[in-house]
T-cell receptor, first 119, second 117 residues
Framework: DTGVSQNPRHKITKRGQNVTFRCDPI?????LYWYRQTLGQGPEFLTY????????KSRLLSDRFSAERPKGSFSTLEIQRTEQGDSAMYLC?????????????????FGSGTRLTVV | KNQVEQSPQSLIILEGKNCTLQ??????????LRWYKQDTGRGPVSLTI?????NTKSNGRYTATLDADTKQSSLHITASQLSDSASYIC????????????????FGQGTILTVHP
């Protein structure tokens, strides 16, 4: 499978617990993005990486959220002390970013997401 | 106010019929405009991508149009099939101040299309 892989597909956790999600991007992609999507809404940007560097974090990413991409390949998103408002689909995407100012972000591809339910 | 607005919010059509979904955006300037299809519980899948200089792009039964002057885009689906039932999301990507896009996408809220037999 050469697509973006996310694990687990579903996660149910009790409020206050910590959870960690994993994203494996397409192997040659140097950019990796995390989004959050709630029911009936479009995805909202959380953060993105260029290789192993985290270049931007949204204000949506509270102190309880942390993302890493230690070797520039897979990434993890951890949520500490989960709250019911964290229940959402967490989407990962990857792309190839080149420095041609006219054409950028080839192959922007999403994973199937991790559905988090906090009870 | 959302920078990408879609209409209608939901649409029900009969199998075999055509339909058109609308997208208005205020993000300017932008690098490209994309339409994605998202099945329930799945990640978005790209249908079309257009730069600001393109005004139409087709992908099978899907045809997207773009009017950069009025900041409007549409997605036309011909001969709809039951499998077209999904959420269709309009997405705009814009460059940062340095002139290169860092790839953050601004999403519309989506149009939920239901195709009935």
């Amino acid at each position: 499978d050469t697509g973006v892989s996310q694990n687990p597909r579903h996660k149910i956790t009790k409020r206050g617990q910590n959870v960690t999600f994993r994203c494996d991007p397409i192997s040659e992609h140097n950019r990796l993005y995390w989004y959050r999507q709630t029911l009936g809404q479009g995805p909202e940007f959380l953060t993105y990486f260029q290789n192993e560097a985290q270049l931007e974090k949204s204000r949506l990413l509270s102190d309880r959220f942390s993302a890493e991409r230690p070797k520039g390949s897979f990434s993890t998103l951890e949520i500490q002390r989960t709250e019911q408002g964290d229940s959402a689909m967490y989407l990962c995407a990857s792309s190839v970013m080149n420095w041609d100012r006219v054409r950028t972000n080839y192959g922007y591809t999403f994973g199937s997401g991790t559905r988090l339910t906090v009870v | 106010k959302n920078q990408v607005e879609q209409s209608p919010q939901s649409l029900i059509i009969l199998e075999g019929k055509n339909c058109t979904l609308q997208c208005n955006y205020t993000v300017s300037p932008f690098s490209n405009l994309r339409w994605y299809k998202q099945d329930t519980g799945r990640g978005p899948v790209s249908l079309t991508i257009m730069t600001f200089s393109e005004n139409t792009k087709s992908n099978g039964r899907y045809t997207a149009t773009l009017d950069a002057d009025t900041k409007q885009s549409s997605l036309h689906i011909t001969a709809s099939q039951l499998s077209d039932s999904a959420s269709y999301i309009c997405v705009v990507s814009y460059p940062n101040a340095g002139g290169t896009s860092y790839g953050k996408l601004t999403f519309g809220q989506g149009t939920i299309l239901t195709v009935h037999p």
